[in-house]
């Protein structure tokens, strides 16, 4: 049977046999053309995806580098000194400026001190203020007189005060003795408005026994009176600014002030007559004894011999004839 069927029997084998030769050799090109798989050595060295560090862009074009700060300038020990200064007077606490500025005094002639003083005049502190007229005064500023002379309008007594000091510093004497002359006598002798004005804030007791001793007159004219001064000044009264504006008219040549002195050794405070009789002895003016006898028979101990020495003083000293005669013979 085969026999006879020989040649179609082998068309069929081979049809048969083109048909499956794809399939057999199909995973043989698919083994070819995939990638060759990694060995256990080369998995261990490659790093997971994960472990995998990302590289850092690559700088912009507009990016530089910055360049290092510049060494701090070193200063000199009056630059230094200065820059303290400065920052004292920039401070925001109005204690610690008035403390910068009243340590200008100190710098006499100096344009660049004096020009800060003036600046600190019209500081928002009235103790700046105060300071700032202390120390043009002390450091004899003479070009700031005219500001000083402003300051007397200042709504605060203790900066008129203090500026009526400095301008006695700086020899402006008529500006200064009217303003002492008003706290002495509580009126005017002239017709300037600026002292009117400022009379009627010195007027204030309230305000002038708040100034004290020193604050504002730059002095203390009663030393001397020992415990029982200090016990006075400390009571809420203004007996301590009066009787430094006594000792501040010791050299007023104006004969209202002799007058207003006179007048103040009957002061119902001792501590006031005891500093008009100490002014009046300084004067030197002789014609003044018959004026102060009173005050030999005060009760206040302290009044009584001031004046007794104040008499002493003034008899010994030569009349109006003979320093002329004086005079005359050199």
Not at 63 to 80: D, G, I, V
Not at 191 to 216: H, M, P, V, W
Not at 246 to 269: G, I
Not at 296 to 321: I, M, W
């Amino acid at each position: 049977m085969l026999q006879s069927h020989g040649p179609r029997n082998s068309k069929y084998l081979s049809g048969l046999w083109l048909a499956f030769l794809p399939l057999l050799l199909s995973p043989i090109q698919l083994r070819a053309q995939a990638p060759p798989a990694p060995t256990p050595s080369e998995q261990e060295q490659k790093p997971a995806p994960s472990q995998e560090k990302p590289t850092a862009p690559a700088a912009g074009p507009q990016e530089t580098t910055k360049a290092a700060p510049a060494p701090a300038k070193h200063l000199s020990q009056r630059e230094h000194a200065w820059q303290i200064l400065h920052d004292g007077l920039a401070e925001n606490s109005g204690d610690k400026r008035a403390k910068a500025v009243n340590s200008l005094g100190l710098l006499t002639h100096n344009a660049e001190a004096e020009k800060a003083a003036v600046l600190a005049l019209k500081d928002d502190k009235s103790n700046v203020r105060v300071a700032a007229a202390s120390a043009l005064g002390s450091m004899r500023a003479v070009h700031a007189t005219a500001e000083l002379e402003s300051a007397l309008d200042d709504e605060e007594p203790v900066v008129v005060l203090a500026a009526a000091n400095a301008l006695l510093l700086l020899k402006d004497l008529d500006s200064a003795y009217e303003v002492y002359y008003g706290v002495l006598t509580g009126t005017t002798r002239t017709n300037k408005g600026l002292i009117k004005e400022q009379l009627k804030i010195l007027k204030d007791k309230k305000k002038l026994a708040e100034i004290g001793i020193e604050q504002g007159i730059g002095f203390i004219p009663f030393a001397g009176f020992g415990y029982d001064a200090f016990k006075t000044i400390m009571k809420s009264d203004t007996s301590s600014v009066r009787a430094a504006a006594a000792k501040k008219l010791t050299h007023d040549p104006s004969p209202s002030s002799a007058e207003a002195l006179v007048a103040a050794t009957q002061d119902k405070n001792w501590l006031v007559r005891a500093a008009a009789l100490e002014a009046i002895s300084e004067r030197g003016d002789k014609t003044l004894l018959s004026k102060i006898n009173l005050s030999l028979d005060d009760e206040k101990d302290d009044v009584r011999f001031t004046a007794a020495a104040c008499v002493a003083h003034l008899s010994a000293l030569p009349g109006k004839r003979a320093k002329a005669a004086a005079a005359a013979g050199n």
